[in-house]
């Protein structure tokens, strides 16, 4: 029997029922398939419809290209506006955040069939979760699990701790 390839409604995620096996691709290798909203609600539908389809057995979520999932795609976050006007304010961006987790890797964590996270590369921030959140991890021997801004907040402790050789807090290495 051929996999039969399901329309999600955007190029975003690829999906395809093979034998009962169940693979989502996420679909933006340019972008290390960073999350966009359209994404994001395809693989929330994706994952609410194959929890109950008898024909689907096992979820696999993997990435396009060298990575797995860079987590939310940053630029589009930027380019929907700052979170201080309209219906776009900080408060109704942490709940649609919430709202997205449940329905992606809250969904994943508590799917009733086997999940298994396939990754041909990085996973961060969101991806991290995603990952996280299925049963089982086969990595790439270059992939890693990290997540978004470890290396931000480590860098900016690392100056306050050791200060430069003039004495100045925080402006060290």
Avoid: Y
Avoid at 71 to 76: A, P
Avoid at 112 to 122: D, I
């Amino acid at each position: 029997m051929a996999a039969q390839e399901i329309d999600t409604g955007t190029n975003d995620l690829l999906t395809s029922l093979d034998e009962g096996v169940l693979t989502l691709t996420l679909n933006r290798p340019d972008a290390r398939n960073a999350m966009s909203g359209a994404m994001t609600a395809a693989l929330a539908a994706q994952l609410a419809s194959a929890e109950f389809d008898r024909n689907v057995k096992c979820v696999v979520l993997t990435g396009a290209g060298k990575g797995f999932c860079a987590g939310g795609d940053v630029k589009g976050m930027a380019a929907s506006g700052d979170g201080t006007v309209g219906d776009n304010t900080i408060d109704g961006a942490i709940h649609r955040q919430r709202v997205n987790q449940r329905a992606t890797a809250g969904k994943l964590f508590k799917m009733p069939k086997p999940t298994l996270a396939a990754l041909p590369g990085a996973a961060a921030g969101a991806g991290l979760s995603l990952a996280l959140a299925c049963d089982l991890r086969i990595m790439a021997s270059n992939a890693i699990l990290t997540t978004a801004f470890a290396r931000v907040a480590l860098r900016r402790l690392w100056r306050d701790l050791f200060p430069d050789p003039a004495g100045r807090l925080g402006q060290g290495a």
